[in-house]
Structure formats: C-alpha cells, structure tokens
C-alpha cells in the first residue's frame, strides 16, 4: 500500500476577535444565551443594509500578513448564493473575485525537516447561524449569524496525516500570537474540513471532504482513516465519486453525508449593497507595524535565556503562561517557567482558577523567582508557603515569617557543613576514595540539619569544596 500517494488540503474558518458582528452592530459574544445577540440584520430582513466592522478588516489583514500573502489592495464583496435554513438571506456575504490574501504560505517543521505549506487565498465573510437538532425538531441559533470570519483555503500541499495536524497546529498558533482570533476549537471558533485523495499516480483521484472535526489531534485521525478507506477501495477494484464525510469521533471514522453529483453553482456576484474597499499603504504598514510579538520571536527569547525545548514549546502553547512571563524581563526565566508550568499549574487545576483569579501579584512573583535565584528559599520551602501565596495579600517576606522561615547564613551553613563532616568521618573517607554516592549522604545529612531551608546548590558547591581540603 505504500506505492499510494496521500494528498491533502485543508479549509480553516476563525472567528475574529472583534466586539461586534461583520455587518451590524450586534455584540461578537460566544456563550449568550439563544437569539440574544442578533437584530435585523442578522436576520436578514428585507429592506436591511448591511455595514463594514473596520476592525475585523484590520483583523483580516493581520492574517495575511502572518501568514505571508500577497495584500489585495482594491477588493470588494460578494454575493455567495444557496439555500439553507441556516442562511435566511438565501445568501452569505463573502469575497470570491478579490479575496484579502493569496498566494502566502505557512512553514512547518516535520520529521522530514521543514516543509512550506502555500495558501491559496484567505477571505473575510460572515458566519452563518447554529443550527441545532434535537431527535424531532431542528432550532436555530443567530447568535453566530454575521460573526466576522476569515477563511484560510490551502493548496493541496500535505502528504500526510503528520502535515495536516503540524500545519493546524503552526496556523493556531500564529492566528492566537496575532490576536486575530482565540482559535477555541471546543468552542467552534476554529473550524477545519480537510480534503483527502490518494493516487498511484500524480493524477489526483476524486477527494473526499471531511467535515464536523472536533479537534486538531483528530483531524490526523480523519485523514489516516480516509487513506486506509480510500486504499482499500481501489485495492478491491471500487471507484466512487467526490463526496461529503463526517467524522465520528466515537467510532473514529468517517460516515456518508452526501455524493457530489455536480459542482456546486453559488452563482456568486459583486454585492450591491457594500462599496469597494480600498485598503491605503498607511492602513497597511499601520496593521503590519502593529502586529504583536509572534510566537517565533517569543520562542528565540526563551530559548536564549536557557529555559529547555519541552518546556518552550509548553509556554508557546499556554497563551496566558506566555503573556504572564512576557511582563518581566530582568528575573531568572528558567526558574520563572519551572514555577509557572509546574507547582502553580498544579494549583490552578487543582482550585479551577486562573492566574488573574489568584493574590500572586507580578511583584509577589518576581521576589520568589528571584530568591529562588539568589539561594534565599529552595523548592521545598516554595510548596510549603504556596497556598499563602496565591491566597494572601501578605508580600513574601511576612509569609516567610508567619511559616517561621528564615535565610541562613553563610557562616551559619558553613559550621552545620562541618560539623556534617566531622560526625560522618567514614563517608568523608569513602568520597576521597572515590565513592561518589557518599556526597549524597552527606547533603542529606546537611539538609536534614537545616530542615530543608538551605539552597542545596550552595550546599552542594561549598561541601565540596570542604571536601577537596
């Protein structure tokens, strides 16, 4: 079966981020209840007039941008045509002829190295609303009517099921770094139907397009069930004609929706009803000059200040564990994402919260990474005081002396250390001749001593220096 060739283009739609929907002024606003954010527009009553949300052209071309595509300056709306209870107007306000970017491209990292991923074009339309089916009665939601979108049409580049998901996972991230959209999958604001087709030859066979894919880690799961479905049918002689699958993701596999007899006709034309937009050179380098810190620019920093690639890579993907360490920029990093990623993660989960939820302030983290640094507390302490922390208005050194904790003295170490030695003459024997396990009985010794309040690395460094005497 490996003489077949897999081949795979994805269409991803995001909501924007914007406070109001693409052509009216109802509220952008996931969560409401039914039919609460809509007015007459959204509705589409006869005889309403849609406006252009400047902000969700801005949004729109911060998209291209990232994501490298060649601007249309001059481009207009148009008119796409079909029937739908979804769609009351009987049509969606999309752009067909002068979409906002093409011809850009994303670059992914595979096990086969680096591989450029190229988009087709990248447009702004509206949403259409949620439609909810219940055993016996089907509800509509115009909630998401006129939610501003872009959608992101890539050539048919990915070869794989690793490249489908390794290119999502690339376009999340640098849609959430440019805030053009939250890309909350479990919340519909990141949508993906993946197109699969696979051939002995570089004559593509008819594709299948799967729809209603929940995650990104599942979209990999629809592809590698679509090209081991796909080969099995023409390894039995079958043809079939270009269709429409679900995916299940119970059963991970996908199910018939429907057989593409014709190509769809949308009939699409201009709309009357909205202006050609122009788009200045100044609204351009504004947005381009605008653009937050990108994800790759963030990674170079952490990876400069020592933090490890796992725990890079971790930071990139929490957001708001990026944001957080993006407001200090002269603590220890390294200490600062241990923190972040490992017993404050921990609390979070565990209460539910979320930092902004907590009483750490920024001024109450940056004293504990940087006593952390400096050997004034050690890891123990840092658990024991760190319900206190996240809980307390108290700043770190009243909490230190509300737990009775105190910095030791280098002197104070020093004589502990020695008197660790004197009274342990056969493990100091067995570290000069060679037995490297002694040291670890002696800075259990030591830390027993000082009940966990010393900074094991001075500990470590200054018995070993008592030891080579």
Do not use: W
């Not at 252009?52 to 998209?63: F, K, P, S, V």
């Not at 074009?121 to 055993?135: A, F, G, L, M």
């Not at 920029?329 to 979070?348: F, H, K, R, T």
């Not at 000069?432 to 009940?451: C, D, F, P, V």
Request: charged share 30%; with cysteine; net charge negative.
């Amino acid at each position: 079966m490996s003489n077949y060739k897999t081949t795979v283009g994805i269409e991803v739609h995001a909501e924007l981020k914007t406070k109001t929907k693409m052509f009216s002024g109802s509220a952008n606003h996931y969560g409401k209840m039914a039919n609460t954010c809509t007015n007459v527009v959204d509705l589409g009553y006869p005889g309403t007039l849609p406006t252009i949300n400047e902000e969700a052209i801005r949004l729109g071309l911060r998209a291209a941008l990232v994501l490298n595509c060649t601007i249309n300056k001059h481009m207009h709306f148009d008119r796409k045509n079909y029937f739908y209870p979804d769609n009351p107007k009987n049509y969606q306000i999309t752009q067909n002829r002068t979409p906002i970017g093409v011809n850009g491209y994303v670059l992914i990292e595979t096990s086969k190295g680096p591989k450029k991923i190229r988009i087709h074009d990248i447009h702004v339309e509206e949403d259409t609303c949620k439609s909810i089916h219940n055993e016996s009665i089907s509800l509509l939601d115009f909630n998401r009517a006129g939610v501003p979108l872009v959608e992101i049409v890539t050539e048919a580049d990915m070869e794989s099921d690793e490249e489908a998901v390794k290119y999502l996972e690339k376009l999340r991230e640098l849609l959430l770094y440019a805030d053009v959209s939250d890309c909350k999958i479990e919340e519909g604001s990141m949508r993906c139907d993946c197109n699969v087709s696979v051939s002995k030859t570089d004559k593509l066979n008819p594709k299948v397009e799967v729809k209603n894919i929940g995650s990104i880690s599942n979209v990999g799961e629809a592809v590698r069930y679509e090209v081991e479905r796909q080969i099995a049918l023409y390894e039995k002689g079958e043809v079939f004609k270009e269709q429409t699958r679900r995916f299940d993701d119970k059963t991970m596999s996908t199910i018939l929706m429907r057989v593409k007899e014709t190509g769809n006709d949308y009939r699409y034309f201009p709309e009357p009803d909205i202006p050609f937009i122009d788009l200045t050179d100044e609204f351009i380098k504004n947005t381009k000059d605008n653009l937050p810190m990108s994800s790759d620019e963030r990674r170079k920093i952490y990876i400069n200040a020592g933090i490890n690639e796992v725990n890079v890579e971790k930071i990139i993907q929490n957001r708001n564990v990026s944001d957080y360490l993006s407001k200090f920029d002269d603590i220890n990093l390294v200490i600062a994402s241990n923190l972040l990623l490992g017993d404050i993660a921990a609390y979070l989960n565990k209460m539910e919260m979320e930092l902004d939820d907590t009483k750490l302030t920024n001024d109450k983290f940056k004293d504990v990474v940087n006593y952390l640094d400096k050997g004034k507390i050690n890891s123990k302490i840092f658990k024991e005081i760190l319900d206190d922390l996240m809980e307390t208005d108290d700043n770190l050194d009243t909490i230190l002396d509300n737990h009775s904790i105190k910095e030791m003295g280098e002197d104070e170490l020093v004589s502990i250390i020695n008197d660790v030695l004197e009274n342990n003459k056969q493990s100091v024997d067995d570290y000069k001749n060679g037995n490297s396990r002694a040291i670890k009985y002696l800075m259990g010794q030591i830390m027993k001593e000082t009940r966990g309040n010393a900074n094991p690395s001075f500990v470590n460094q200054k018995l070993i220096e008592l030891l080579e005497k």
